[in-house]
């Protein structure tokens, strides 16, 4: 029995959330875990993005954002500029990719005509 390419990559992508999820909500974690998985984070979000896989991508983000609050709990006194920060970042790359969907859009649409 020979699997198509397109199957296999599909099994993939549907397994690959599952390795990309991070330790449990409540222990908190150290300086170099949180830096190894917040680069293994972004690594997959990027990946995602280039697959055009938008749902995966902001799963990711979203585990993204889980671990960096773990991560800086200890750090109450900054609390509200850095969301502040976090979300506006947040809406930068919410902006970039919806650019980057309406082009990919536009340029389907010019080639169906």
């Known amino acids: 029995m020979r ?7 599909l099994a993939l992508t549907l397994a ?3 390795f ?5 909500a409540a222990a908190p974690l150290k300086g170099e875990d949180c830096k190894a998985q917040e680069a ?3 690594r997959d979000i990027d990946l ?3 697959r055009g896989q938008m749902l995966r991508r902001r799963e990711l983000a979203d585990a ?4 960096q609050v773990r991560c800086t709990a200890p750090a109450a006194p900054q ?6 920060e976090r979300l506006e970042q947040e809406i930068r790359v ?9 082009s990919q859009l536009r340029s389907l649409r010019g080639t169906a005509q």
């Open 40 to 42: 293994l984070l972004e």
């Open 48 to 50: 995602a993005r280039s």
């Open 64 to 67: 993204l954002a889980g671990l």
């Open 20 to 24: 990309a999820q991070s330790a449990p």
């Open 94 to 102: 919410l902006r970039s990719e919806l650019e980057q969907a309406e």
């Open 79 to 84: 609390g509200r500029e850095a969301r502040i």
């Open 3 to 9: 699997v198509k390419p397109c199957f296999l990559a």
């Open 16 to 18: 690959a959330p599952a």
